[in-house]
């Protein structure tokens, strides 16, 4: 049997990746430096922006199972995407491969809301809002779920370069400005915002710095990457002997 260093060593996250070429800078997805454990990309050719977010076309979806099994073929432990709106792949996405398959952050959203109270709204942050319908929310139970939503479509830096793909080269620091503002004033418009999920995986290396202006916990693509990692590399608990909880409530 594999030492827990070993097996850790040998567990790959797969990721389905679009056909873009703009620079991806720590805390994207597609960015190595992001994790401290092993990924492996797949580019699905011809999976724009363009076609993915604002046109959910269905004849990716086929492209997209190729390049799932593909992964699974090379061996990774689980697989995801680089885009949040693949969720509305994720049943046929999940179903085409036998290893665990999160296709978009947004499958956290359920989860998330059960941790708020019931009167708070999960917020969304997504690429695109006219784009992120019911269809998307219902593919992972969250059609009902309380959201108040902000798209980037009209950031001029997320437009040109994420979206229109006018250019490779990227200005962090304009798109981190866009990504506070719309962050910032989603939350003022919406007071009962408990929580943040970020759709969008352009957004995700901005995360800290959201969390740090409007103050409530932040989910996106890499914390349940991270979760997903974990529960694949388990390892025994240190210490010895039985701790005690003191206080009334054990």
């Given at each position: 049997?594999?030492?827990?260093?070993?097996?850790?060593?040998?567990?790959?996250?797969?990721?389905?990746?679009?056909?873009?070429?703009?620079?991806?800078?720590?805390?994207?997805?597609?960015?190595?430096?992001?994790?401290?454990?092993?990924?492996?990309?797949?580019?699905?050719?011809?999976?724009?922006?363009?076609?993915?977010?604002?046109?959910?076309?269905?004849?990716?979806?086929?492209?997209?199972?190729?390049?799932?099994?593909?992964?699974?073929?090379?061996?990774?432990?689980?697989?995801?995407?680089?885009?949040?709106?693949?969720v509305i792949f994720q049943r046929q996405l999940a179903d085409?491969?036998?290893?665990?398959?999160?296709?978009?952050?947004?499958?956290?959203?359920?989860?998330?809301?059960?941790?708020?109270?019931?009167?708070?709204?999960?917020?969304?942050?997504?690429?695109?809002?006219?784009?992120?319908?019911?269809?998307?929310?219902?593919?992972?139970?969250?059609?009902?779920?309380?959201?108040?939503?902000?798209?980037?479509?009209?950031?001029?830096?997320?437009?040109?370069?994420?979206?229109?793909?006018?250019?490779?080269?990227?200005?962090?620091?304009?798109?981190?400005?866009?990504?506070?503002?719309?962050?910032?004033?989603?939350?003022?418009?919406?007071?009962?915002?408990?929580?943040?999920?970020?759709?969008?995986?352009?957004?995700?290396?901005?995360?800290?710095?959201?969390?740090?202006?409007?103050?409530?916990?932040?989910?996106?693509?890499?914390?349940?990457?991270?979760?997903?990692?974990?529960?694949?590399?388990?390892?025994?608990?240190?210490?010895?002997?039985?701790?005690?909880?003191?206080?009334?409530?054990?």
């Open positions: 049997m594999a030492s827990g260093a070993e097996a850790k060593s040998d567990v790959v996250i797969g990721v389905l990746c679009l056909d873009t070429s703009f620079t991806k800078i720590p805390g994207h997805i597609r960015n190595r430096t992001t994790f401290d454990f092993p990924v492996a990309y797949k580019v699905v050719e011809g999976a724009t922006a363009e076609r993915v977010v604002s046109q959910a076309d269905p004849r990716l979806l086929d492209p997209f199972i190729r390049a799932a099994r593909e992964l699974e073929a090379e061996g990774v432990a689980a697989i995801t995407g680089a885009c949040g709106f693949l085409a491969v036998t290893v665990p398959l999160y296709a978009s952050s947004l499958i956290q959203l359920p989860m998330v809301h059960r941790m708020i109270r019931s009167d708070q709204k999960v917020g969304l942050l997504v690429a695109r809002e006219p784009a992120l319908t019911r269809r998307h929310l219902a593919a992972i139970g969250g059609a009902d779920v309380p959201v108040c939503i902000a798209g980037m479509e009209e950031q001029p830096e997320f437009r040109e370069v994420m979206l229109e793909g006018r250019r490779d080269e990227l200005d962090a620091d304009r798109l981190e400005r866009e990504v506070l503002g719309r962050a910032e004033q989603l939350a003022l418009d919406n007071p009962d915002m408990g929580a943040l999920v970020i759709e969008c995986t352009d957004l995700v290396p901005f995360a800290h710095a959201i969390q740090a202006r409007i103050g409530v916990p932040v989910f996106d693509i890499v914390t349940l990457t991270e979760m997903v990692y974990r529960s694949l590399t388990r390892r025994p608990f240190g210490g010895h002997g039985a701790a005690r909880c003191h206080g009334s409530g054990s």
